[in-house]
């Protein structure tokens, strides 16, 4: 889903993590797609709520890097542009042009006259209608792609991150960490996130995505304090994630653990999980894509695979759809990225 480095570094575990993490947001939707809740891990987390968390992360830990290769603010906005808009955009008309005509139970005039229709491409702003006529309609959810309100959420972020750099606050890291901090205290102290869901209330998402991606932009910039002492560090952090858990702020303690692990592990260069990425990164296409390929599954056999057969069989087409993304949209709108700052120097996504 989100951002891949600017930056030349060797391989590590980061394509590996993307590409999983879009297919767990499969799984998870295939749950609620086929009108089944969504297993939750220890009754506090979906599986596809676990992936925005590494996603955000990710994001977080290599985005920066992006920016203090070439921190201007004009090529900076025009890279994240590149690596959302235009896979978006092609996604977007081809679902309005070519595959809700193929699906819709409506006229064909009817389908392109109506109004929701043309709403449907104001994702090209990010800007989201979940329903076009006649498609899906006997779905257990009638929706067209229910993951993209994320995309809204990174690009917020992006520009939080672009305003940083702009009011110099990247360059010191204390003053990233108190905002880190600020947030963390208000989501999870003062909104007190624990007991507002225990009692039926709201997770603010926005909020619990952005800890995410502060995390990592924090973790990114402090990495000279947790690398070369990386054990010790997890073994402190455990400690800490250990003690929230105990007196039962558990999101508070599972943002901890899972943001540091996913950055852990994303630094390593495990053999064969490196390579992950070495026919392309499909994780973008397969986020953007998943959805709708299980709504069509679901659509076209009467709901009637079944959850485990259903996944396989969406996986597939997804894994299909989304290395076409990368390599007929995605990659040829990353290679402007060149066009767009200084050479490169050579530098680590873990530092």
């Known amino acids: 889903m989100n951002a891949a480095p600017d930056v030349v570094h060797p391989k590590n575990n980061f394509d590996f993590l993307r590409i999983g993490a879009a297919y767990m947001v499969l799984f998870s939707h295939q749950y609620s797609l086929t009108g089944q809740p969504q297993p939750a891990l220890g009754g506090y987390q979906t599986l596809g709520g676990l992936a925005l968390n590494i996603f955000f992360t990710i994001s977080g830990f290599l985005v920066v890097q992006s920016w203090e290769q070439d921190p201007h603010p004009l090529r900076f906005a025009a890279r994240r542009f590149l690596r959302i808009w235009p896979g978006l955009a092609a996604m977007g008309l081809v679902v309005v042009l070519v595959w809700a005509p193929l699906l819709t139970t409506v006229d064909l005039k009817a389908y392109f006259t109506d109004p929701q229709t043309r709403k449907f491409l104001s ?21 067209i792609n229910g993951s993209l309100w994320t995309l809204a959420v990174e690009a917020r972020w992006y520009l939080f991150l672009l305003i940083f750099g702009v009011l110099g606050l990247v360059r010191f890291r204390i003053a990233l960490l108190a905002i880190w901090m600020m947030m963390a205290v208000n989501y999870f102290f003062l909104y007190d996130v624990e007991n507002v869901t225990r009692h039926g209330g709201d997770r603010w998402w926005n909020t619990e995505l952005g ?36 007196a039962h702020y558990r999101y508070a303690s599972f943002t901890l653990a899972t943001a540091a692990m996913v950055i852990a592990f994303g630094c390593r260069s495990t053999p064969y999980l490196r390579q992950a990425g070495r026919f392309g990164d499909p994780s973008y296409g397969v986020y953007i894509y998943a959805f709708l390929v299980q709504q ?18 969406s996986a597939a087409v997804t ?33």
């Open 319 to 351: 894994a299909l759809v989304g290395f076409a993304s990368w390599h007929l949209v995605e990659q040829p709108a990353l290679r402007l990225k060149t066009r767009l700052h200084r050479p490169p120097r050579v530098e680590t996504a873990s530092g």
């Open 123 to 143: 994702l090209l702003w990010l800007s989201f209608e979940y329903r076009l006529p006649g498609v899906f309609a006997s779905n257990p959810l009638p929706f």
């Open 296 to 313: 069509t599954v679901i659509a076209l056999t009467g709901n009637a695979l079944g959850i485990a057969l259903g996944f396989m069989v």
């Open 211 to 246: 800890l995410f991606f502060m995390s990592g932009l924090c973790l990114y910039r402090f990495r000279d304090v947790w690398q070369p002492r990386a054990m010790g560090s997890l073994a402190v952090l455990g400690l800490l994630c250990v003690g929230l858990f105990l």
